[in-house]
T-cell receptor, first 115, second 118 residues
């Protein structure tokens, strides 16, 4: 399957712990996005990469959040000192840079529960 | 400011009924894209359609059809002869080209939960 994959699918952690999520985009897609979705809401944009460059970060992305895409392929999203308010579904999406570059294809998400 | 409003929080229909999901958007941009995504209980967002702001033609794909009206800033989605498998949360989204930069960030509505009963 050549879709977007995310790992892990579920993560339960205690408040104050650090967590890291991974996203593998569709192989030919240059753009990679992270979104956060809380219960009953639509996804909200967090950050965006074009190849390995992080080009935008939402104000939702506090200093405790950091994202990387070191070789322009997979990306990681790390949350340090997790808080209960970080509990959400973290979605990754990718899109091509040419042609239908505004079509984003989403992965299955990582559901984070902070206890 | 850019915003997407899906006023219907939940809709319940009986199989084979037609159902329309409403979407109203606000944007400062003259060039933008509108999208519909489906999120089944499994959680993965499934892309359904993309429409650019210069193309107001309605589109039909099987049982799905979309009505884009720039005059009312609406992009409504109709499912004809609904089926149980259509049960999901449906999201409308907006991407601005000029004000949103070239990155194409999606601005989502809160979604409409559709339940189709047999």
């Amino acid at each position: 399957d050549t879709g977007v994959s995310q790992d892990p699918r579920h993560k339960i952690t205690k408040r104050g712990q650090n967590v890291t999520f991974r996203c593998d985009p569709i192989s030919e897609h240059n753009r990679l996005y992270w979104y956060r979705q809380t219960l009953g809401q639509g996804p909200e944009f967090l950050t965006y990469f074009q190849n390995e460059a992080q080009l935008e970060k939402s104000r939702l992305l506090s200093d405790r959040f950091s994202a990387e895409r070191p070789k322009g392929s997979f990306s990681t999203l790390e949350i340090q000192r997790t808080e209960q308010g970080d509990s959400a579904m973290y979605l990754c999406a990718s899109s091509p840079i040419q042609g239908v570059r505004y079509e984003q294809y989403f992965g299955p998400g990582t559901r984070l529960t902070v206890t | 400011a850019q915003k997407v409003t899906q006023a219907q929080t939940e809709i319940s229909v009986v199989e084979k009924e037609d159902v329309t999901l409403d979407c109203v958007y606000e944007t400062r941009d003259t060039t933008y894209y509108l999208f519909w995504y489906k999120q089944p209980p499994s959680g993965e967002l499934v892309f359904l359609i993309r429409r650019n702001s210069f193309d107001e033609q309605n589109e039909i794909s099987g049982r799905y059809s979309w009505n884009f009206q720039k005059s009312t800033s609406s992009f409504n989605f109709t499912i004809t002869a609904s089926q149980v498998v259509d049960s999901a949360v449906y999201f409308c989204a907006l991407s601005e080209v000029n004000y949103g930069g070239s990155q194409g960030n999606l601005i989502f509505g809160k979604g409409t939960k559709l339940s189709v009963k047999p």
